[in-house]
């Protein structure tokens, strides 16, 4: 076990070659040894990228570590050994990671270019969902990856993209909600690149969704109806919104989630039920809707108030029963003015079919 005893004084390159050489080594006997000095070498490594109480970081020691991670390949080295780490080192993991992320030069960002030709890293990051002593860990790293397009759009184009529909329903509280802000993140951020996601892949896309929509778990019950919510109401995603309120059986969806138990089920389905009543109103609301980009501006969009027949088929066969929920629904919110605005302008439309 000579390299544990190497000299303790290294330059930037020297360590990252000295952690990739340790972690290389974490299945032999001594692990607990070999563990600590890891730890260590990772700790100095971050100091060297983040400086600390007495020193700033220094550019030419950053720009000689971030070379030598990626000529070494370190960064795959560690994302696939993390569940052998110890706890402190799987955190500077992160930091570490997305220091290098964050890095630019001029309009250049070397980590993501890199990333760009190492798509099993990001494919590693997201299957650590499936331990939940690394789940943390690896999703804060995918969140700074889905800041950079290039990067989300290999990680939506992946077939194991599908798999946050079962990560978002992890039994495991934190493990299941940061899968779903990792979800949301992936869906929300790069709005064009989403929108042809979605148009693409609409009937694979919806029909996993659906079953989030329809879930026991209340959190991703209500989580889904919110997101979905705000998909529908982005302006980059209008093609794939009238296709969507066009559906019956959506529709039927949603008013069976306005009776839903829980009043904040009802609540969330309602802002989507809205838009397939009066896609119309939605959008010519001064304030829009609370999950509207604040960007958006109604004369974007061209006013449809026109339904396909199954859906106003639907609406007009239960038409008494709609007045009579929707004028009871949730009367006590007297204090929030847009909702009271939209219900009684809801009311004013389906009274008129």
Known sequence: MAFLFKPKTRSPQDLVRYAKELALKLGDSDTKKINEEFSRTLAEIKRLLYGDTETEPQPDQVAQIAQEVYSTDLLQVIVQNIAR???????????I???LLRRQIGTRSPTVEYLQTKEAILISLLTGYENQEIALN????LRECIRHEVLAKALLLSPNFWKFTQYV????FDTASDAFATFKDLLTKHKQLVADFLDKNYDQFFEKYTQLLMSSNYVTKRQSLKLLGELLLDRANFTVMTRYIGNAENLKLMMNLLRDKSRN???EAFHVFKVGV???RVFSLPTVSRHVNNTLHPKVFVANPNKSKPVLDILQKNKDKLLSFLSNFQTDRTDDEQFNDEKAFLIKQIREL
């Open 85 to 95: 780490f110890e706890f402190e080192a799987r955190k500077d993991v992160a930091s």
């Open 97 to 99: 990671f997305n220091n």
């Open 138 to 141: 690896c999703g804060m790293i």
């Open 169 to 172: 329903e992890l039994s495991t």
């Open 265 to 267: 089920i009802q609540f």
């Open 278 to 280: 009066s896609l119309e």
